[in-house]
């Protein structure tokens, strides 16, 4: 992780700057300054004061780009101002150079770099507060050296917190993805189980059909093939469209995308049902605007896989579909009289499974199961200004 990749690095990057021509500047304006009883003064030559004030302030400006080097340069000019008598202030520009090792690298090598300032800075004070040039008791050089480490310190775990958070940021903007991921594979998987087991079902129901009668009524056998071959170029299309929403550039596809199919392709549902040996009851009663297209593909694809599961499971039988939308909800229910008794097993498969997943997408609810006087229900309800959950 680096600082120089995020949108305002220009911003900080030029107010480093400025920083560093000020320390470096106050450093060279300490190094001709006149002793007092508390600060001696600095005897050393104009030129290596200069070295020694650049050394303390301009790596300020490349902590950013290279924290270890910076914050290693600026304690040892600091460390050199300390025991050459230019200042003893509490090491400013290293605790601003161990903010940027601590934000951009690892524990295991700003730690480190930490324990080694902390160790000059306090040897350093200590000597020159005590030995070197005495200004300080023993006491009072710890006291100062202790006034270092605080400055050193809480530019560190400034730092480090700041690391912190947004690693917690970038981990959780991670699960986000990942859960986005995860819900559109979902939701393509649903798409595509809706296309192929629609249509495989009527397929193979036909294809039964088309066997068993094929020596004695061959018009019926003719009947059923002429239905599989409008089903399967019918799947094909649907399959196309799907796979051409999936691509990277849809325009490679030459297959118009058409309408999301949704209430208004229920009547080609239960026409394709009743061609699979299932009498289709159709009821629809929606406002005149209709519905929210996210509601409307859901309530077509719950009408589809019940049907599917009535054709495979049911047929030939009765099914009734009624689908009734007021301002607050959108009511599904989708009955067959398929075998009889409780004991008939709900279907296997993705099925119900997708289903229930559609409705709680919404914000809905689900139930299907063999119903007590014979057959299987399925029933849903959906909110009318449901919006898709994404969480």
């Known amino acids: 992780m680096r600082l120089l990749r995020r949108p305002h690095d220009s911003r900080l990057l030029a107010l480093d700057a400025t920083a560093a021509i000020l320390i470096a500047a106050t450093y060279a304006g300490f190094a001709r300054m006149s002793g007092s009883v508390t600060q001696p003064a600095y005897t050393g030559p104009v030129w290596a004061g200069l070295l020694v004030a650049a050394a303390v302030g301009l790596p300020v400006a490349g902590r950013r780009r290279w924290p270890v080097p910076a914050a290693l340069t600026a304690v040892a000019g600091a460390v050199a101002a300390t025991l050459l008598d230019i200042t003893r202030e509490p090491y400013l520009a290293v605790g601003l150079t161990l903010y940027a090792v601590a934000l951009t690298r690892a524990p295991r090598h700003s730690v480190p770099v930490l324990a080694a300032t902390l160790a000059a800075s306090a040897a350093a004070v200590l000597t020159g507060e005590a030995v070197v040039t005495p200004a300080e008791s023993w006491s009072g050089a710890a006291g100062v050296a202790a006034i270092v480490w605080l400055v050193l310190g809480g530019g560190w775990a400034a730092g480090f917190a700041v690391r912190a958070r947004r690693a917690r940021e970038a981990d959780h903007a991670a699960r986000h993805t990942e859960r986005a991921i995860v819900e559109e594979r979902l939701r393509i998987a649903r798409e595509l189980h809706d296309i192929v087991s629609h249509s495989l079902s009527l397929i193979a129901v036909k294809a039964g059909v088309a066997g068993h009668v094929a020596q004695h009524r061959p018009e019926e056998a003719v009947d059923a093939l002429r239905v ?164």
């Open 228 to 391: 599989i071959e409008q089903t399967s170029r019918a799947a094909m299309t649907d399959m196309r469209r799907a796979l051409g929403v999936l691509r990277a550039d849809a325009g490679a596809v030459d297959v118009p995308l058409g309408p999301t199919p949704g209430i208004d392709a229920l009547p080609l549902l239960a026409d394709q049902a009743r061609r699979a040996g299932v009498a289709v009851e159709l009821a629809v009663r929606v406002p005149d605007e209709g519905l929210p297209a996210g509601i409307s593909l859901a309530v077509h694809r719950i009408v589809q896989e019940s049907l599917t599961n009535a054709v495979k499971h049911a047929a030939p039988a009765r099914c009734r579909v009624t689908v009734e939308a007021d301002p607050r909800e959108v009511r599904i229910d989708v009955t067959d009289d398929g075998v009889r008794g409780p004991d008939r097993a709900p279907p296997g498969g993705h099925g119900l499974v997708g289903m229930r997943e559609r409705a709680m997408t919404y914000g809905g609810t689900f139930s299907a199961g063999p119903r007590t006087e014979g057959g299987f229900m399925v029933s849903a309800r959906l909110p009318r200004d449901g919006a898709r959950r994404t969480e």
